[in-house]
Nanobody
Framework: QVQLVESGGGLVQAGGSLRLSCAASGRTFSTHVKAWFRQAPGKEREFVASIRSGGSIYYADYTDSVKGRFTISTDNAKNTVYLQMNSLKPDDTAVYYC????????????WGQGTQVTVSS
């Protein structure tokens, strides 16, 4: 069983930066595919970024709207996944969720409770 707890959200002006953290319990987390999703008011939850290990190499994917601005990373020693968000825009305002799954494909099995990010114009 894996439990995920996000932190690092808050209020920031457009153009600013935030770093979200997601701390996990469970010894298997280091082998999971890890991801960040977000849900803006009145909108469906959307994929933001994911990261997976390929031996000594990590592979990251991003939705087009955050490419070049957001960076996902993981620290297996700390059982934590991060989302560094730079050049934030008002459209980035949402509740951000981290998620993980033990398999390379399929639905994400574990979810955090979410952290609010608000970007003011």
């Amino acid at each position: 069983q894996v439990q995920l707890v996000e932190s690092g959200g808050g209020l920031v002006q457009a153009g600013g930066s935030l770093r979200l953290s997601c701390a996990a319990s469970g010894r298997t987390f280091s082998t999971h595919v890890k991801a960040w999703f977000r849900q803006a008011p009145g909108k469906e939850r959307e994929f933001v970024a994911s990261i997976r290990s390929g031996g000594s190499i990590y592979y990251a994917d991003y939705t087009d709207s955050v490419k070049g601005r957001f960076t996902i990373s993981t620290d297996n020693a700390k059982n934590t996944v991060y989302l560094q968000m730079n050049s934030l825009k008002p459209d980035d305002t949402a509740v951000y969720y981290c998620a993980s799954r033990p398999s390379l494909r399929g639905e994400y099995q574990y979810w955090g409770q979410g952290t609010q990010v608000t970007v003011s114009s």
